[in-house]
C-alpha cells in the first residue's frame, strides 16, 4: 500500500492536495461563488432564504461529469454550505430544498460518491489553504476559505482539524508501511514506524488541547454548531427529513442524510483498521459505519485495504519482542486518548450547553445520534485491546 494510490501524502494526509485559494471555477458558477462569499451577511439578514432563492441553477450536469476534480470539490465546498444555511439560516428550518440548489448539489455529490449536503472533507479536508505557500500547514498559516457565520470561534474550529488531519500523515504514511512489514516480519523497523507513530499523536494532540484557545463552548454551541446539523434524526425538520425539488430518484419523498462531525474524519477509523481494533455492536458503531459512507471513495478504500491487508496485531502478538509490544500498545493507547479528548470536548462544548435553537439538540451530535455514552464505551474497548 502507498498513500500516492489513494490521493493522499505523507506531508497532507487526508487534506486536498491542492489549496482551494488556488482554483478557479467557470464563469456560470460566480453568482454561487459571489453568494458563498457573502453568506454570514446573507445569514445575519435573517431571511436568507429569500436571496438563495434567487440563485440561478448553472445547469452543471454535463460539466461535472469531466470537470478536474479540484473544480468539482470546490464547487461542494461553496454549495454544501450555501444549502446548510437554507436550511439552518431561519428560525423555522423548510420542508423542501429548492430545486435551483438541489439539483446542482446532487449533481456534485453523485459526481464525488458523497451525501448531497455538508461532509467534513467539504467543512474541513478541502477549505483551507496557506497564507505563505512556503511555510507549513500550521495553525499560524493556515485560513478556513468558506464560512458560515465567520469569526475567530469558527474559523479555530475548523483549523484545529485541518492541522491534526496534516500531522496525520504520518500515522497513514507509516500504516501503510507497516501493512507490508508485518508480513517481511522485519521487527526492527515495526518499532521504528510505531514509535514515530506515537510522536506524531503527541504533535496531534497538542493541536487539539488548543482548541479552547480561540473557540468558547458558548459561541460553539450558538454560532457555530447550528449550520452543520443534518437532515437524520432530527425533530426539527417535518416528515423526518429533506424534500430535495427537482430530483427524480427521490421520487418527491423526505431524505434523511446525516450531518457533519468530527467522526467523518478517517483518522481514528484507519488506525481502528491498522490495529485491528473491533467495537461490540451499539449505535454508535451502527452510525460509525454508515457515516463510513459520507467520506470520500478513496479515504474509504483505504481504511477498507488497512483492514484488509493489516496483520500488525497478530505479528506483534507473536513476537518476543518487549519493545515492538510496547510501541504497539503507546499507539494504540494514543487513540484512546483520542478519544478521551474528543469526549471531553464533546461535553463542554455541546452537552454541557443548553439552547433553543432548532435542531440543535445538546443531547444528540451533529450526525444524529445520542453520542456521550457510546464514545465512553469506544474509548473503553480501544484501551482494552492492547497485547500483553
Not at 439578514?45 to 448553472?58: M, S
Not at 444549502?83 to 429548492?98: C, N, R
Not at 437532515?231 to 417535518?238: G, K, Q, R, S, T
Request: hydrophobic content about 35%; glycine content about 8%; charged content about 25%.
Amino acid at each position: 500500500m502507498e498513500l500516492k494510490d489513494y490521493g493522499m501524502s505523507r506531508e497532507r494526509g487526508y487534506l486536498s492536495h491542492y489549496e482551494i485559494d488556488e482554483i478557479t471555477l467557470p464563469e456560470t458558477f460566480e453568482p454561487i461563488t459571489k453568494a458563498a462569499g457573502i453568506l454570514s451577511g446573507l445569514l445575519t439578514t435573517g431571511r436568507v432564504r429569500h436571496f438563495l432563492d434567487q440563485l440561478p441553477d448553472p445547469g452543471i450536469e454535463t460539466w461535472v461529469k469531466d470537470a478536474p476534480e479540484e473544480e468539482v470539490r470546490t464547487a461542494m465546498v461553496h454549495y454544501s454550505f450555501i444549502v446548510q444555511a437554507y436550511v439552518w439560516g431561519e428560525a423555522d428550518p423548510p420542508k423542501h430544498l429548492p430545486a435551483n440548489l438541489g439539483r446542482p448539489m446532487c449533481a456534485l455529490a453523485d459526481r464525488l460518491g458523497q451525501a448531497p449536503l455538508l461532509p467534513y472533507s467539504g467543512y474541513v479536508l478541502d477549505n483551507w489553504y496557506r497564507l505563505d505557500k512556503s511555510g507549513p500547514i500550521s495553525l499560524d498559516n493556515v485560513v478556513m476559505h468558506q464560512n458560515f457565520m465567520g469569526g475567530a470561534d469558527e474559523n479555530w474550529f475548523v483549523l484545529v482539524h485541518v492541522a491534526i488531519e496534516a500531522e496525520a500523515g504520518v500515522l497513514l504514511d507509516n500504516a501503510a508501511k507497516l501493512v507490508t512489514i508485518a508480513k517481511e516480519g522485519d521487527e526492527a523497523e515495526a518499532t521504528r514506524l510505531l514509535i514515530e507513530m506515537d510522536e506524531a499523536w503527541e504533535r496531534i494532540y497538542g493541536h487539539f488541547a488548543r482548541m479552547p484557545e480561540q473557540c468558547d463552548p458558548y459561541i460553539y454551541f450558538h454560532r457555530v454548531r447550528p449550520y452543520i446539523h443534518g437532515w437524520a434524526n432530527n425533530p426539527a425538520l417535518e416528515g423526518g427529513g429533506l424534500v430535495y425539488e427537482g430530483i427524480d430518484k427521490f421520487e418527491g419523498k423526505p431524505q434523511a442524510f446525516r450531518g457533519q462531525t468530527g467522526s467523518q474524519s478517517s483518522i481514528v477509523p484507519a488506525m481502528d483498521a491498522l490495529f485491528q481494533v473491533g467495537h461490540s455492536d451499539d449505535p454508535l458503531r451502527n452510525f460509525l459505519d454508515e457515516l463510513h459512507h459520507y467520506r470520500p471513495v478513496e479515504h474509504r478504500r483505504f481504511i477498507e485495504d488497512l483492514a484488509k491487508h493489516s496483520t500488525l496485531r497478530d505479528f506483534v502478538s507473536a513476537s518476543d519482542s518487549r519493545k515492538l509490544k510496547d510501541a504497539f500498545n503507546a499507539c494504540l493507547e494514543q487513540s484512546a486518548r483520542f478519544r478521551t479528548r474528543h469526549l471531553e470536548y464533546a461535553a463542554s462544548y455541546i452537552n454541557k450547553q443548553a439552547g433553543s435553537i432548532a435542531g440543535n439538540d445538546p443531547d444528540v451530535g451533529t450526525g444524529g445520534t445520542p453520542f456521550m455514552k457510546y464514545l465512553k464505551k469506544h474509548r473503553d474497548e480501544n484501551r482494552a485491546q492492547v497485547v500483553s
